[in-house]
């Protein structure tokens, strides 16, 4: 009688997760089964039923040479670049969070926040064409420069390839802020108010506070954050970089995800973007491993 | 009890939702996205056609409408075919096109919608697709259908079937799958047009404000151009005018801003081919050799920039930019004769303005024959196409004296009119209908008539075929009564500063021309590993070629080309040079035996 209804028990808990485990299997493990790709020299319109297989040699043809080494070397210095730089600053939607809840009038708090969680909701698409409006040769800032006489020709903003990782971070930042400080909000609005009030009691100014009281407690969600940030470190996505790419930028934007996306759809080279994603899905997995072993040897605490 | 009923309700609600959830997420990603929605080639019960014309149809049943999925490798333009255009095939066949642009949304569109199996209901593809696709079982056979079309199977014997023989490896039976575009009606060696594809091209007031200088060579050219944008910096309603402008839409193997400038002085790169070029002789140059004429026109691009003659827009800007430009007169240097077509107008040469053929003196033209055998694109009906005889005499149709006559020139009484002697003449509307975008009679569907024109934008027989009512070319440039209202200022002024009646001509006499047969054959598909460094070349090679345009000195300029140079090598260069080379020397030799033939 009791074993049965543990057993109807469990059984409901299976079917209360077991739409979550069919949409894992359906979005992240049926997929795997492309990595097949990787084998054959497969070239549409021929299926790969008959398509040769090749073993290895779309993984060893991205290295087969000094020219190709150079190559996937620039665009994997890329991905690092970029994605180090995220990482350098992922303190800066904290901290904004933690100033934006000092404001006091309410009004205002709510204006700043509506007004920096806005672009997270633009796509990049329309992000590029504010920027080309705004950049380009014709553009309002070369308009204004040389309106003042700053400038006699127009300055080429978007087909510069320098500083082309900072650029890129700016307009993530930009887009990203406000939403990724949601959290620390929600972090900060969890801290108990006995804390703050002990503080003031021993005297603490409010900078004090920040730092003695609210940091510590904005810890672990920092930390979790940042080591999903690390796991996720070579997928910095496409679009930006995407919508972002010339013929002047590309060896500087060029990240991996955007090569694999040139690679296949560019080039229909489809077997060497899939090699090239199947080495990417191995790298983030020991990625991953590898932080939350730091993680639990310093802190004490993983996520996995 | 009560509580088991409870809970088994409550599983099946679960059990009902997990089922939902997973059959919505499965159908997120289920294979067949059809653009707009109307599934291709379904016939759906509907209203009858307002008049079917018993004329074309051959018990063909036209009561039901159908959407034609036409997937374009010509067209810049994605969607349905609305318009004048649209409604005239709506009207004629209940026939609605939906058009799909790899111009537009990318050529993965190609390998996407092919992989899939289904390309589309009508295909107007490269040849080297075409390779591809007849052995994947993609492509409708059409030896049986077209024998019985009335206007198509008369082109058979000099045009069709010689086409689709050559492709031995994948028609060893000599059936008909394709039928090349924009095939002409000439001779497989004559040149009928009057100004050659690709040529110096400035406006004639400009370049006569400026005292018409002699032009001896490119330095020349850069010097004039320099002139005129000093003495006309500005349209007439203060837009800038800029000496070149360039961009990158249409960038395939190479550069083609540099490709095509090639040609001026005898090279061009072959349909098919990305890493040469060849002149009439038949020799045959690697782009990136030191002394290639591709890195000539580098140069020259690249001292034109240091000179501020390059518009600012061209790395930025795209081919409705540039049309927009052309359309307001922007741009003082021009190659593609059809560029000219943007300004042109009767009215205005009258005046004495508009852009004409300037030579340079040390320039030696390569120009290809008329299209006898198409134009390396072809026509040809997706295997999985619904109703394909309804396909096959929207075809037909295409190519009989009314679809040609449509498709190059409008309607009669609105855009031409009959002439006494039975010839047509363009009337005052139809001179300028393109340009000016004219609203079109209500009676034909209203909206404009630029925009209401066929945006296949390609054709299987050109209007270089000879209307058998007038007995001229469909193509209205070359009417008698065009060439007799063309007598404008501009013109007579030209001829007579040139001593020719028209640019081919001046070229000829001067021997500054190479005409060399038009070669469209079967020169092979890439194996996939061909493909994949041919694709990593050429973004390779069009990327360094904007960068050297746009370098900061020559020292750059020449760091970039050496840097090139070394490195294509390694992305696999002689391996797709072989393959170049090897289709190359095929086009030389069917050269030389066309030429023998004559």
């Known amino acids: ?304 | 009890m009560k509580a088991h009923i409870k809970l088994g309700r409550k599983s099946a609600l679960l059990l009902g939702t997990t089922i939902l959830l997973v059959t919505t997420a499965l159908s997120g990603c289920s294979g067949n996205s059809n653009n707009g929605g109307a599934a291709a080639g379904t016939a759906e019960p509907g209203t009858p056609t307002e008049s079917s014309d018993p004329g074309t149809s051959k018990g063909i049943d036209h009561s039901k409408p159908l959407t034609i999925t036409v997937f374009d490798n010509a067209a810049n333009y994605q969607g349905e075919q609305t318009g004048w255009y649209g409604k005239l095939l709506k009207d004629k066949f209940n026939i609605t096109l939906n058009i799909l642009a790899p111009q537009v949304a990318g050529d993965q569109l190609y390998k996407t919608r092919s992989a899939s199996g289904d390309l589309g209901d009508l295909l107007i593809i490269e040849n080297s697709q075409l390779e591809e696709l007849i052995p994947a079982g993609m492509i409708m056979d059409l030896t049986d259908m077209i024998k019985n079309t009335e206007h198509l199977s008369q082109y058979v014997d000099n045009h069709f079937k010689p086409f689709n023989v050559a492709f031995e490896k994948q028609n060893p039976d000599g059936k008909i799958y394709a039928l090349p575009a924009f095939t002409a009606d000439t001779s497989p060696t004559t040149f009928s047009e009057e100004l050659p594809y690709s040529s110096p091209i400035m406006p004639w007031d400009y370049y006569k404000g400026i005292g018409a200088p002699k032009l001896n060579n490119l330095n020349d050219l850069m010097t004039a151009l320099k002139d005129m944008q000093a003495k006309y910096p500005k349209t007439p309603d203060g837009k800038p005018i800029v000496p070149i402008t360039l961009w990158k839409d249409w960038d395939g193997g190479s550069m083609e801003n540099v490709r095509w400038l090639s040609n001026w002085y005898g090279y061009e790169q072959p349909n098919g081919t990305t890493t040469i070029q060849l002149n009439a002789k038949g020799d045959i140059v690697p782009i990136v050799d030191d002394n290639s004429m591709y890195k000539k026109i580098l140069q020259f691009y690249y001292d034109a920039n240091k000179m501020g003659l390059v518009d600012p827009d061209s790395p930025s800007q795209d081919w409705n930019k540039v049309s927009e430009k052309l359309t307001n007169k922007q741009v003082l240097l021009l190659w593609y004769s059809w560029q000219r077509g943007f300004y042109n107008t009767i009215e205005r040469g009258n005046q004495g303005d508009g852009n004409v053929a300037v030579p340079i003196g040390d320039t030696h033209l390569i120009q290809n024959s008329d299209a006898y055998f198409g134009n390396g694109r072809v026509f040809a009906i997706g295997s999985k196409a619904k109703e394909p005889e309804r396909i096959m005499e929207l075809m037909d149709w295409m190519s009989s004296p009314e679809g040609l006559r449509y498709y190059t020139n409008g309607f009669e009484g609105f855009n031409y009119e009959k002439t006494p002697d039975g010839k047509f003449k363009l009337t005052e509307v139809g001179q300028t209908a393109f340009q000016e975008n004219t609203p079109v009679p209500a009676e034909y569907g209203g909206g404009g008539y630029q925009d209401g024109q066929s945006k296949v934008n390609s054709m299987i027989m050109s209007d270089f075929v000879t209307d058998p009512e007038t007995k001229e070319f469909y193509n209205s440039t070359y009417w008698a009564s065009t060439i007799e209202a063309n007598k404008t200022a501009l013109t007579t002024d030209w001829q007579k500063t040139y001593d020719a009646t028209t640019p081919t001509e001046y070229y000829t006499k001067n021997n500054m021309i190479d005409i060399v047969p038009n070669i469209n054959t079967s020169l092979g598909s890439d194996s996939s590993d061909v493909k994949n460094k041919r694709s990593q070349i050429s973004d390779y090679v069009k990327n360094t070629s904007w960068k050297m345009i746009f370098a900061k000195d020559q020292a750059e300029f020449d760091q970039l080309w050496t840097k090139l140079k070394s490195d294509v090598e390694g992305l696999g260069w002689n391996d797709v040079f072989a393959v170049d080379k090897e289709r190359a020397d095929k086009i030389v030799k069917m050269r030389a035996d066309a030429i023998a033939n004559k």
């Open chain 1, 1 to 304: 009688m009791r074993s049965q209804s543990m057993r109807s028990n469990s059984f409901r808990k299976f079917l209360y997760i077991s739409p979550f485990m069919l949409l894992l299997a359906v979005f992240a493990y049926y997929p795997l089964y492309g990595w097949v790709y990787a084998f054959f020299d497969y070239t549409p319109p021929i299926p790969l039923s008959a398509s040769e297989f090749v073993g290895f040699k779309w993984f060893h043809s991205l290295v087969e040479n000094q020219v190709k080494i150079d190559q996937l070397m620039q665009v994997i210095w890329n991905t690092f670049g970029i994605s180090g730089l995220g990482i350098l600053f992922s303190w800066l939607p904290m901290i904004f969070a933690i100033f934006l809840t000092e404001i006091k009038a309410v009004r205002f708090r709510k204006f700043i926040q509506t007004v920096t969680t806005l672009p997270n909701f633009i796509s990049w698409v329309l992000v590029y064409s504010l920027a080309f409006s705004m950049f380009s040769s014709e553009g309002m800032v070369n308009g204004f420069l040389h309106m003042t006489g700053l400038t006699d020709s127009p300055t080429m903003f978007l087909q510069s390839s320098e500083h082309v990782w900072w650029t890129m971070w700016a307009w993530a930042t930009w887009k990203t802020l406000g939403w990724s400080a949601i959290l620390y909000i929600a972090a900060i609005m969890g801290i108990d108010e006995s804390l703050y009030e002990a503080a003031y009691v021993d005297g603490a100014t409010r900078m004090q506070v920040i730092r003695h009281v609210v940091l510590p407690s904005m810890m672990p969600t920092y930390f979790v954050l940042l080591m999903l940030q690390i796991a996720s470190f070579l997928n910095n996505g496409l679009e930006q970089y995407f919508v972002f790419q010339n013929a002047f930028n590309k060896d500087t934007i060029q990240v991996l995800d955007l090569y694999v996306y040139n690679l296949a759809m560019g080039g229909g080279s489809y077997s060497v973007s899939v090699a090239i994603s199947m080495l990417k899905s191995v790298i983030s997995v020991v990625l991953l491993f590898s932080v939350n072993g730091l993680s639990k040897m310093l802190r004490g605490e993983g996520i996995v």
